[in-house]
């Protein structure tokens, strides 16, 4: 009997031993699980990035150089510099199409670009943007791109380059006027005068039907071209021209304030690599783009008046002229290259939004 009980007594004891390793077992190892997960998510790391970002201009006063600074301060102060900037002003191309080239290569992070360029990527619809006569105010041009037709277009490059392209946000490059060797009075004044500018396109057919020969220069080439009389006259924005001189040259002195383009540049970012930074990094790239948008539209603001101001005191003759009849020739080729590019609807909400 004793031996019996004493049995019964260690068997007793086994499985009250048994069960309080069990129980230890399972609460450790919910314990490690529940860390495991813990220590996953604190030490998950984001790893740093480095943005290459570029433009064409090469003068460090340009409203693009403003933008692109603006765009870098901001990224790096509100991701403590885990994300890291660096801003080529015309120093790895001084054409868009480089830049556009080194975009979709991998050479280039952000970069800005005209819708002239754009359109060499296959993508024709932007080219909506460069009609001239397409905006008579600033305060026209902003409602259109900060609304409808904006967001659809921002759309349309991300589709139609299969997100190789996302825009950032929307820059300007100033009104553009003409400036050759001769003051325009009259159209009549353009005739046979060569001017450079696009070459194809809505924008070369405009000049052409007001009775000017466009050229090609490269903006890097311009102010020889002008100096040497390659080119009788070219078009541009104040801050953009009068910082390169051209109104000091012979074929640039008489600045004629046509006001034919307010223009629309584009902040380009390539949408495959940006899908796979981080929501973090997502946000703050997002949030820089809309900063730099504020600072280059200030600067221009501001240098438009001021390079105007320059050029007189430089020497440079300004008239005014009447508008209207080049906006008669303008806007027939609206409606034609809007049905081309099957942008009529978006072309009537421009017209509306006056």
């Given at each position: 009997?004793?031996?019996l ?10 499985g ?7 129980d ?5 190892g919910?314990?490690?699980?529940e860390g495991?997960?813990?220590n996953?998510?604190?030490t ?13 201009q ?9 933008g692109?600074?603006?765009f ?6 509100e991701?403590?510099?885990?994300i890291?900037?660096e ?9 868009e199409a ?11 992070d952000?970069?800005l ?13 932007v ?11 600033y305060?026209?041009?902003e409602?259109v791109?900060t ?14 380059s ?9 820059w300007?490059?100033g ?9 325009i009075?009259e ?26 020969i ?20 070219s ?15 012979p074929?640039g002195?008489y ?5 034919h383009?307010?223009?629309?540049r ?31 539209w ?30 008669e ?11 081309e590019?099957?942008v009529?609807?978006?072309l ?7």
């Amino acid at each position: 009997m004793k031996k019996l009980l004493l049995l019964l007594a260690a068997i007793l004891v086994a499985g009250i031993l048994t069960a309080c390793g069990d129980d230890s077992g399972e609460a450790e190892g919910s314990q490690d699980s529940e860390g495991d997960n813990d220590n996953t998510e604190a030490t998950e790391e984001v790893e740093p990035i480095k943005l290459v970002a570029a433009h064409n201009q090469t003068d460090p006063e340009n409203p693009y150089q403003d933008g692109l600074v603006e765009f870098k301060e901001v990224a790096e102060a509100e991701s403590d510099g885990q994300i890291e900037v660096e801003v080529h002003a015309g120093t790895i191309g001084t054409e868009e199409a480089e830049l556009v080239e080194k975009l979709q290569t991998g050479a280039a992070d952000v970069v800005l670009v005209s819708p002239g360029f754009m359109t060499s990527t296959g993508i024709n619809e932007v080219d909506l943007f460069a009609f001239p006569y397409l905006f008579d105010s600033y305060e026209h041009w902003e409602n259109v791109v900060t609304g409808e037709v904006g967001d659809e277009m921002a759309e349309i490059i991300n589709e139609q380059s299969n997100n190789d392209f996302k825009l950032l946000g929307y820059w300007t490059a100033g009104v553009r006027h003409y400036y050759g060797k001769e003051p325009i009075q009259e159209m009549e004044d353009l005739e046979g005068m060569s001017i450079r500018t696009q070459t194809s396109g809505v924008v070369a057919d405009y000049w052409e039907r007001v009775g000017a020969i466009p050229q090609s220069v490269a903006w890097g080439e311009l102010y020889q071209a002008l100096q040497q009389n390659v080119v009788d006259s070219s078009e541009n924005a104040y801050p953009y021209f009068v910082q390169q001189d051209h109104h000091r040259t012979p074929n640039g002195e008489y600045i004629t304030e046509t006001g034919h383009d307010y223009t629309t540049r584009f902040l380009l970012i390539n949408g495959n690599e940006f899908d796979n930074y981080s929501e973090e990094q997502q946000e703050i790239i997002l949030k820089a783009a809309e900063a730099s948008v504020e600072a280059e539209w200030e600067a221009l603001y501001a240098q438009e008046d001021e390079y105007k101001e320059i050029a007189v005191e430089e020497g440079a003759e300004i008239n005014e002229i009447d508008r209207e009849p080049f906006i008669e020739i303008a806007e027939p080729l609206h409606d034609e290259y809007a049905a081309e590019l099957g942008v009529e609807h978006l072309l009537e909400m421009i017209r509306d939004a006056r």
